[in-house]
């Protein structure tokens, strides 16, 4: 497998676990948090920022961002240093070698880099996701999970479509979308392994 996988998810559909369990079966590297870790290091920003700033943005952050202040300003500069240190960290990660990528509109940056990549979208229903969240949060209040995974999954549009100028989702920007809800993990983790080991 010399293809590097990069996937993209709704929250609460289980892609990091469905990639972390595709990079143990094909033997290659799985960033994630090591993309957090090397951007504080490269950065000197903290982890916790970088976490809040990173990946997602709500629509309100958007906008208020756009607006001309002294603190938007900074919020806006600290965004964009951080999501450039991102991009580097994620060309070097990808030039080392195959590889999975969680998040962090890896697809787009490896394309733009002129570097081949199987992109991927987990997705799921609410039920699905809610079980998983759930677990995630420690919580089983229905409201708090519901508000939790429709801010998760705003925040993640938002960022995705400010960066790349597409809309997150959209099956057009990958080349396979997996209902993990349906096929479970499992099935999800066996789906990509194979296709990754059957693309030239």
């Known amino acids: 497998m010399n293809k590097i ?13 469905i990639g972390k369990a595709v990079a143990e079966a094909l033997g290659v590297p799985f960033y994630d948090r090591d993309i957090v870790r090397e951007t504080a290091k490269a950065s000197g920003f903290d982890t916790e920022l970088i976490e809040s700033e990173g990946e997602d943005i709500s629509k309100t952050d958007s906008i208020l961002k756009s607006i001309c202040s002294v603190s938007s300003t900074y919020y806006r500069d600290t965004q964009e240093a951080i999501h450039d240190v991102q991009r580097a960290i994620i060309l070097r990660f990808a030039q080392e070698g195959p590889c999975v990528i969680l998040g962090r509109c890896a697809d787009e940056i490896l394309r733009e880099a002129g570097i081949e990549s199987i992109n991927v979208f987990i997705h799921a229903d609410d039920v699905h996701r809610a079980v998983r969240v759930s677990e995630l949060i420690g919580s089983t209040n229905a409201t708090e ?29 990958y080349h396979l979308t997996l209902d993990s809800g349906m096929l479970g993990c499992d099935l999800c983790v066996k789906l990509i392994t194979e296709i990754a080991q059957a693309v030239e």
């Open 5 to 17: 996988i990069t996937i993209s998810r709704e929250y609460g559909a289980g892609g990091h676990t």
């Open 145 to 173: 999970i519901q508000r939790v995974m429709a801010k998760k999954d705003g925040s993640r549009h938002t960022y995705y479509n400010r960066y790349t100028g597409k809309k997150w989702g959209d099956s057009k920007n």
